[in-house]
């Protein structure tokens, strides 16, 4: 009888950044801004790749798929986010909720799964430099891209569809700016347990064993390289290296002080804050990261200017 006399819920509220309302404006054209920088720069790096030659390398088309990540799980959240700001409406449908998590989940472990194949392509390079040709060929890389993108999307998968069972009543606001999973099962009045093991065993698989990967690769790595007679030669191998190495500690560094400590432990505003450094700060400064640390991106950009500049108009 209690179950009829229920409201089943059939849109959230996401709040979003209520508190700074004051701000909104401020907030709105910084966010678009951002957007629009990180459309751009990781845009500009994925054409980038296919169209300079001295480019078309295992480790390179690793780069310009992860790019096209960071543009999907940006595009995901951020206009959703500009909506809630310049409308002050936060109203999402139920099943556009699980979307927006099940695209944003598959993006995450994409991402850690892109990382660690080019982890990996490191090590070949650095650690096995002689078989390096023979093992990471076109082949194996498309193999590994392909892989990347499949068993990112798969996981999430069951999750999504179990929360799409969860039944929702009369709470129905989210002090979030998107639908996360641990705000989003706080609101369900029917069994989350299944929800949270399959979350947790899948999350595991795919976060924790690449990072493991990520560090095994790393520490053979810097072994090899501490190996190197000639400080020349060390510097030199170890900027082949450097930029991965940057984006993956800016990338689990966030990705473990925002889900590896519990959540209970901070205030709702800096879990937003700690949020936004991964969903935004994190894809807008990978193309930066990579432009700055890679001289081969530099000298490839450096060619597409001069060919525009020859260019009859």
Same mark, same amino acid.
């Given at each position: 009888?209690?179950?009829?006399?229920?409201?089943?819920?059939?849109?959230?509220?996401?709040?979003?950044?209520?508190?700074?309302?004051?701000?909104?404006?401020?907030?709105? =054209? !910084?966010? %678009?801004?951002?957007?629009?920088? &990180? $459309?751009?720069?990781? *845009?500009?790096?994925?054409?980038?790749? @296919?169209?300079?030659?001295?480019?078309?390398?295992?480790?390179?088309?690793?780069?310009?798929?992860?790019?096209?990540?960071d543009v999907l799980i940006t595009s995901d959240l951020v206009p959703n986010m500009l909506r809630i700001l310049w409308t002050t409406r936060g109203n999402i449908a139920v099943s556009s909720c699980i979307l927006q998590f099940y695209v944003?989940?598959?993006?995450?472990?994409?991402?850690?799964?892109?990382?660690?194949?080019?982890?990996?392509?490191?090590?070949?390079?650095?650690?096995?430099?002689?078989?390096?040709?023979?093992?990471? =060929? !076109?082949? %194996?890389?498309?193999?590994?891209? &392909? $892989?990347?993108?499949? *068993?990112?999307?798969?996981?999430?998968? @069951?999750?999504?569809?179990?929360?799409?069972?969860?039944?929702?009543?009369?709470?129905?606001?989210?002090?979030?700016?998107?639908?996360?999973?641990?705000?989003?099962?706080?609101?369900?009045?029917?069994?989350?347990?299944?929800?949270?093991?399959?979350?947790?065993?899948?999350?595991?698989?795919?976060?924790?064993?690449?990072?493991?990967?990520?560090?095994?690769?790393?520490?053979?790595?810097?072994?090899?390289?501490?190996?190197?007679?000639?400080?020349?030669?060390?510097?030199?191998?170890?900027?082949?290296?450097?930029?991965?190495?940057?984006?993956?500690?800016?990338?689990?560094?966030?990705?473990?002080?925002?889900?590896?400590?519990?959540?209970?432990?901070?205030?709702?505003?800096?879990?937003?804050?700690?949020?936004?450094?991964?969903?935004?700060?994190?894809?807008?400064?990978?193309?930066?990261?990579?432009?700055?640390?890679?001289?081969?991106?530099?000298?490839?950009?450096?060619?597409?200017?001069?060919?525009?500049?020859?260019?009859?108009?």
């Amino acid at each position: 009888m209690n179950d009829l006399n229920q409201t089943v819920v059939a849109e959230f509220v996401l709040i979003g950044f209520q508190s700074l309302h004051k701000l909104r404006i401020v907030l709105f =054209t !910084s966010l %678009l801004l951002i957007y629009i920088v &990180i $459309f751009n720069g990781n *845009v500009f790096i994925f054409s980038l790749v @296919p169209a300079v030659s001295h480019l078309h390398t295992p480790m390179y088309f690793f780069l310009s798929n992860l790019s096209l990540s960071d543009v999907l799980i940006t595009s995901d959240l951020v206009p959703n986010m500009l909506r809630i700001l310049w409308t002050t409406r936060g109203n999402i449908a139920v099943s556009s909720c699980i979307l927006q998590f099940y695209v944003f989940g598959s993006l995450t472990a994409l991402q850690c799964l892109l990382l660690t194949a080019m982890s990996y392509d490191r090590y070949l390079a650095i650690c096995q430099p002689l078989r390096y040709p023979s093992i990471m =060929t !076109s082949e %194996l890389c498309r193999n590994l891209i &392909i $892989f990347s993108w499949i *068993v990112g999307f798969t996981p999430t998968f @069951p999750v999504a569809t179990c929360l799409s069972k969860l039944r929702f009543c009369h709470l129905n606001a989210i002090d979030h700016f998107f639908c996360d999973l641990a705000p989003f099962l706080d609101l369900a009045c029917s069994d989350v347990s299944t929800v949270k093991l399959l979350a947790f065993s899948f999350s595991f698989l795919v976060t924790f064993f690449p990072f493991l990967f990520i560090v095994v690769s790393y520490t053979s790595i810097i072994r090899s390289i501490l190996g190197i007679k000639s400080e020349n030669g060390r510097q030199k191998a170890f900027s082949t290296c450097s930029s991965h190495l940057a984006v993956v500690s800016l990338y689990y560094g966030t990705l473990f002080i925002l889900y590896g400590v519990p959540s209970k432990k901070r205030s709702l505003n800096v879990n937003k804050i700690l949020s936004l450094l991964y969903t935004v700060v994190t894809p807008v400064l990978n193309p930066v990261i990579y432009s700055l640390k890679n001289q081969e991106i530099g000298r490839a950009v450096a060619k597409v200017l001069r060919r525009r500049r020859r260019t009859p108009k």
